[in-house]
């Protein structure tokens, strides 16, 4: 099992553009079969650098690849490229 792990810090003043993306996001469970899960979530700690996360699991790195690459992500992820002023992630097998 692979899981995905991504850190975003949004622009202030981009929440409708950031809550439109995460719903987005949410969006693609049960559309994109390679998605097993899918949490994401708004920060609500003012305390910490990050704006959002996201964790998600799949069974292969191929299939992580296959959902990078699927035009329905690739539509959604383009919602936050005006707004994100950094992005981290990790990738790892449990």
């Not at 987005?24 to 996360?53: D, Y």
């Not at 690459?69 to 690739?74: G, N």
């Amino acid at each position: 099992m692979i899981k995905h792990v991504v850190m975003w810090k949004f622009k202030e003043g981009t929440e409708a553009q950031m809550n439109q993306f995460l719903d987005g996001l949410r969006g693609l469970v049960g559309q994109i079969e390679v998605l097993k899960s899918l949490e994401v979530g708004a920060n609500i700690n003012p305390k910490e650098k990050f704006s959002a996360s996201l964790i998600c699991e799949f069974d292969s790195m191929e299939d992580l690849n296959s959902y990078a690459t699927d035009p329905r992500h690739v539509a959604v992820a383009s919602i936050c490229k005006d707004i994100t002023l950094e992005r981290v992630a990790v990738d790892f097998e449990e």
